[in-house]
């Protein structure tokens, strides 16, 4: 269903085990960055009353989400901790060019939250069906499915603003590009590294 061309090895779940309290920092701040992704949607295509309306729900719904695994670092009994570089972002924001009309940016936005949240989902069926923490595992199995949601509204929007061949195009590169990064990630406990 997601297309991702190179999945997750499952002994990241393992990495993941070892530290619980990283995998929920990193989490919570992956959560709030997808907020602010909407926002800033919001901000920079405010014409789009379709998309507008999708993102303050996305908002509300990843504030939410942040609030959940920030209740489960404090239910632990730790604190949110420092916000880490997401080597993953980073990788997969080299891909398009820079520059190109508003369009052609806003289209390259939809594609990398696309490609995010399609990875994101993989990573919490992943942990749903292998971590050992069943609390952890029923909470990761309930938000998978948010995350196939937001990676199926965000292809969508990009197939529906640009052009549909052209855009499965992008969207394939982005797949193979992708698979490349993912095999030097999966050795942190990390939700993309």
Known sequence: MLGLKLPT???????????IEEILTDHAYCEQKA??????????????????????ALVKEEISH??????????RGWK??????DEYVIELMKFFPKGGSRETHLIHKLLYAAMIEA????????????????ELATF???????????YTMFLG??????????????????????????KNLGKKETMHG
């Not at 090895?9 to 530290?19: A, C, G, L």
């Open 140 to 150: 990761y199995r309930n938000l998978m499915a948010s995350e196939a949601n937001h």
């Open 35 to 56: 907020a602010s992704m909407a926002i800033s949607l919001i901000i920079g295509f405010p014409e789009r009353s379709d998309l507008v309306q999708e993102m303050t």
């Open 119 to 134: 990875r994101s989902c993989e990573r919490f069926r992943l942990l749903s069906e292998n971590i050992n923490d069943k």
């Open 66 to 75: 942040f609030k959940m695994v920030h209740d489960r670092i404090l239910e």
């Open 157 to 182: 929007f990009a197939r529906k603003y640009g052009d549909r061949e052209e855009v499965d195009k992008k969207w394939n590169d982005l797949l193979e590009y992708e698979a490349e990064i993912m």
């Open 9 to 19: 090895d499952p002994r990241w779940v393992n990495i993941v085990e070892k530290n």
């Open 80 to 85: 949110l901790g420092r916000e880490r570089k």
